[in-house]
Every structure is written in structure tokens, then in C-alpha cells.
């Protein structure tokens, strides 16, 4: 991990220069563009809503689920 980023789970990287709104745009496009399929999208979404709303002693999990008709249905989570 480069200097001047956050880690966050599911090897999505948030800038810790920019301000949150840019910064989670940002970077929700690039979860859209470099996603190879839905579920791999669905964990980064998860881990950029852990990495936005976890604070120091107060941490958050995320779990997505996402049916769809005639479609199995995709799970995505923060948690290992």
C-alpha cells in the first residue's frame, strides 16, 4: 500500500488527501469500471461502507445481497 492512502477491506484503497464525498465517488467508479463481475463489485462495495462509516473503537460490518429474478443471488461482506 502506497503512503497517503487508507487500507480498507477488500483491497479498496481510499485517498486520505481528498474530501470523503470525492473521494467515495472516486472510487465507486472505479469499483464499476474494474469489476469483473457483480459480486466482486458488491465486496468492494462492502468494504468501502466499512471503511466509511468504521471509526477507531467503533467498528462496522457490511453484508449486501442482491436478487434478482431468475438469477441466483449474489452475497457480498465486509467480514472474512
Known amino acids: 500500500m502506497t503512503s497517503g492512502t487508507t487500507p480498507t477491506p477488500n483491497a479498496v484503497s481510499v485517498p486520505a488527501s481528498a474530501s ?28 468501502l461502507a466499512v471503511a466509511r462509516l ?8 457490511c453484508g449486501v445481497t442482491l436478487l434478482r429474478p431468475r438469477k ?3 452475497v457480498a461482506s465486509s467480514s472474512e
Open 20 to 47: 470523503a464525498s470525492e473521494s467515495t465517488a472516486g472510487t465507486l467508479q472505479d469499483l464499476v469500471l474494474d469489476s469483473g463481475d457483480v459480486e466482486k463489485f458488491l465486496d468492494g462495495l462492502a468494504g
Open 54 to 61: 468504521s471509526s477507531p473503537g467503533n467498528d462496522v460490518l
Open 72 to 74: 441466483a443471488e449474489t
